[in-house]
């Protein structure tokens, strides 16, 4: 019998919690969102999936973005899961910068939101409730549209880097 008290981790102080909560392997996304002539961009991994009928998601916001604020109310929004080959879209999108799209490959939704693409997936949601959560926001979307993109492999996140995944690898 191992002594698991050996393994485990105190969560003070809390760069420890950053490191426990890390080794949580997920995807990638860059949430979107247009306010008047302004295109709004972030690299999320809090992405998840709520319920399938009705078809919800949810993202949580940080109380530091800039661009929090607008995303938090904006009527629509969209969800670009990227690809193997995009960390410098996911740095670029975590960053601000005057210049943030510049040589990013997007189309532009029906609603006028800029999505990545290529991407492994787009999702358009229509905004559902956010819910206030310690220091960040719990936003809801609705599903409105959720389309499959050229690209198979995604591009993962785990204990601060970036990884990746074969999908021909995994029986899907
Ligand atoms: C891989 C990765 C995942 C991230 N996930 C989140 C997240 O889920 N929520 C969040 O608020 N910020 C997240 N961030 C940080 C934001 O991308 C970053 O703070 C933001 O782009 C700054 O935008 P601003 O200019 O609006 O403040 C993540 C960053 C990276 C690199």
Known sequence: MGDSSQDSVRLNPLPDLRQVLGRFATGVVVVTARTGNEHLAVTMNSFSSVSLDPPLI???????LRCGPALETAPHFCISILGAGQ?????????AGDKAWEDVPYRTTELGIRVIEPSVAVLECRRHIAVKAGDHSILLGELTLARLGDLPDPLLFFGSQYATLNAASCSL
Do not use: E, N, T
Request: glycine residues 6%.
């Open 58 to 64: 949810s993202i949580c916001l940080g109380k530091h």
């Open 87 to 95: 960390r410098a879209i996911s740095q670029r999108f975590a960053k």
